[in-house]
Nanobody, 129 residues
Framework: QVQLVESGGGLVQAGGSLRLSCTAS????????MGWFRQAPGKERAFVAA????????YYADAVKGRFTISRDNAKNTLYLQMNSLKPDDTADYYC??????????????????????WGQGTQVTVSS
């Protein structure tokens, strides 16, 4: 059974930083791409960033490009999202997600929600102005 547990959310002022973590268990973490999504109040869940199984390839939503960095530590089965220069518009619940199938290619960085099978419970990020 795949389990994903996020942590690191909180309240931060605009311009500040936070680092989210997602610890995975239940299968070989290093065989799968991973992703981060977010859902703001009253909005649909949206893609934030994805990373290939080795960490060598990353992909970002335009809204966070240059401010957020996705990374992973396969030895620790942990996914990270470093968020800098935070804006009030970044306020949302943040979810890590894992696809159902192993990645055949190390360039695979899925951005569509339907490609992901497993989701964490979410961690709340609030950015005050």
């Amino acid at each position: 059974q795949v389990q994903l547990v996020e942590s690191g959310g909180g309240l931060v002022q605009a311009g500040g930083s936070l680092r989210l973590s997602c610890t995975a268990s239940g299968r070989t973490f290093s065989s799968y791409a991973m992703g981060w999504f977010r859902q703001a109040p009253g909005k649909e869940r949206a893609f934030v960033a994805a990373i290939s199984k080795s960490g060598g390839t990353t992909y970002y939503a335009d809204a966070v490009k240059g401010r957020f960095t996705i990374s992973r530590d396969n030895a620790k089965n942990t996914l990270y999202l470093q968020m800098n220069s935070l804006k009030p518009d970044d306020t949302a619940d943040y979810y890590c997600a894992a696809p159902k199938y192993e990645s055949g290619s190390d360039s695979y960085t899925p951005s569509r929600q339907w490609r992901y099978e497993y989701w964490g419970q979410g961690t709340q990020v609030t950015v005050s102005s």
